[in-house]
Structures are given as C-alpha cells and as structure tokens.
C-alpha cells in the first residue's frame, strides 16, 4: 500500500513537468523548417525527418560525425533544446 501510495505522488508531482512544452513560442514567430534544415545540412547534418513536438521542432538524422540524433529546437532561434536521452 505504501508503494502505491509513494507512487501516486511521484506521479501527481511529475505531471507539470509533462504538461510543460520545450518551447514556448507562438506559431507565428516560427521560422519555417527548410530554414533549419538548410542551417544543418551547412553543418555537415544528415536529416531524415523533422516534426512538431513540445512546442519545438524535432530534428532526427545524424550530426556531422556521422552519430545519430534526435534532438529539439526552438522553432523561432534554431537554439538546440535538448533531446529525450
């Protein structure tokens, strides 16, 4: 009962975080994505698929050497935030 009990409130605790978007930027200060895709590829980025998530874009495909990424940026400054790992 106590590992429940511990467990519900890890959880009720975590939820704004979950609730909380990566990015907090108005769709209409987006940049559009070719923009990041073509800042990348200038960098020696390979990427395989861009979508919406978290307020931000989510870039996957492979950095300039070649390792493989997932990660988020913001969609109005190109300004990496992050990535799930």
Do not use: H
Not at 39 to 51: D, F, M, P, Y
Request: hydrophobic share 40%; charged share 35%.
């Amino acid at each position: 009962m106590r590992k429940i009990l511990i467990l519900t409130i890890a959880s009720l605790v975590a939820l704004p975080a979950l609730a909380e978007e990566r990015c907090n930027v108005d769709k209409a200060e987006w940049r559009p994505v070719e923009e990041l895709k073509a800042e990348l590829g200038a960098k020696g980025w390979t990427i395989s698929n861009v979508k919406e998530e978290d307020g931000c874009y989510e870039v996957y495909g492979k950095d300039a050497n070649g390792k493989k990424v997932e990660i988020f940026f913001d969609p109005a400054t190109f300004e990496e935030k992050g990535s799930d790992d």
